[in-house]
């Protein structure tokens, strides 16, 4: 939306919209001026930048928004990188377009059209600075992924920024470290057992979970709230508390197994954990699956009856389907639980069950190596992934109960 909502009235320029402008640009001068030894001097000449800007943006009434925030990175990018090369460039262009959506979204008013009508100043004030919390929070829990991925394209054996890599030459950076992890037993034996454990307890997570929650939905169940909160105790103990408590049971059975049945000891530490981490999933397959049976009509599996199916039948055929989005969620936060998982393992499994995230403890505590930050890197994009698959399901979900247009 380029233009904005009739009846939002444009600010002030001189009492309000210049001198907001001109504290972010003194905020990113004063961090500017850090960087070339003189933050004071950023601070009052990024103040000053600020309130240009609002200016000339108030006088530029024809130009669409974003072609001016456009034009504001590329002019702030030219500028950096003239005083700090490709970083320069990076960043200036990163500050640039900040600056030009922040002028524009005060300066014309768009800070209200969130917000009714009625709203009074300090409810506006509110609203958007909740806004701006929840952005600041977001950001600094995602900021510290950002070195570690760039870091994992060093061309060096250490953790240190290079002044190649700060540069953006191509000699500072290499795929070396993704060469080690993708290339050697050190690394894949453990992201093997990580394939093999992950997806036989997602499974079971699934199974279960699935089962518990279809039945503490029925209104008739004795003591469901007491039993939902048993099952889904894994997930609000303390780690530590529920892997000690997993090392006292699984290993006498472990005994158990080996002693009486005569199973290979390797297959039962593969049990054991697999077990171990199905009880970590399962709690969120019941919260997924109960969120999404509030919204199902139960008359559908009445009507299912009355026409002669049982309830096999009726549940793959009538229940399954309209589930699915919410039962696929819950599969996939066990899914992730039981692949980033490090305390359960190293206390139920042995050495045989060693998985990625073990691995990766192992080798912070033994040695320092890139390869550990290039195993990060794929484990962030593989939960992104798996994240942003989850917002597509569950948007689909509300789609088919209609409770979002389609």
């Keep these: 939306m380029n233009e ?197 307890a997602t499974l079971i997570s699934l199974s279960l979970g699935t089962l518990a929650a279809i039945g503490l939905s029925q209104s008739h169940v004795p003591g469901r709230q007491a039993m939902m909160a048993v099952l889904i105790s894994p997930m609000i103990v303390p780690l530590i508390i529920s892997a000690t408590g997993m090392f006292f049971f699984y290993a006498p059975l472990g005994n158990w197994l080996e002693l009486n049945l005569g199973l290979n000891q390797a297959f039962v530490g593969y049990v054991k954990v697999i077990l171990a981490h199905a009880v970590l999933g399962i709690p969120f397959v019941i919260i997924t699956v109960t969120a999404t049976l509030v919204g199902f009509d139960k008359s559908l599996t009445r009507a299912a009856a009355n026409m002669g199916a049982n309830p096999v039948t009726t549940f793959f055929k009538v229940q399954m389907p309209l589930i699915l989005p919410g039962v696929i969620s819950g599969g996939l936060f066990a899914f992730i639980t039981s692949f980033d998982e490090v305390v359960v393992v190293l206390f139920v499994g042995s050495a045989r069950q060693q998985t990625l995230p073990w691995q990766m403890y192992t080798g912070l505590r033994e040695q320092i190596s890139p390869t550990i930050l290039a195993a990060a890197t794929i484990l962030v994009s593989v939960s992104i992934l798996l994240l942003l698959t989850v917002e597509l399901l569950r948007r689909r979900s509300e789609r088919l109960r209609g409770m979002s247009p389609g």
Aim: aromatic share 18%; charged share 10%; proline share 5%.
């Design 4 to 200: 904005v909502i009739s009846y939002v009235r444009r600010p002030e320029l001189m009492t309000f919209t210049m001198p907001l402008v001109a504290l972010l640009g003194a905020m990113f001068g004063f961090i500017t001026g850090n960087i070339f030894g003189s933050p004071w001097v950023g601070f009052v000449i990024g103040a000053l930048v600020g309130a240009a800007l609002a200016f000339v943006f108030s006088k530029i009434v024809k130009v669409k928004s974003k072609q001016k925030t456009l034009a504001t990175g590329v002019l702030f990018g030219g500028v950096g990188m003239i005083f700090g090369g490709l970083g320069g460039l990076f960043g200036g262009f990163l500050v640039g377009i900040s600056m030009g959506w922040f002028a524009n979204w005060v300066g014309s008013g768009r800070y209200r059209a969130g917000v009714p009508i009625y709203y009074t100043p300090g409810q506006v004030l509110w609203h958007n600075a909740f806004l701006f919390i929840c952005a600041f929070v977001f950001f600094f829990l995602i900021a510290p992924l950002l070195p570690v991925i760039w870091l994992s394209f060093n061309a060096e054996n250490f953790f240190t920024f290079t002044p190649e890599m700060l540069s953006f030459k191509a000699e500072g950076y290499s795929l070396k470290h993704y060469r080690d992890f993708l290339g050697t037993d050190e690394w894949m034996v453990p992201l093997k057992n990580s394939l093999i454990i992950a997806p036989i």
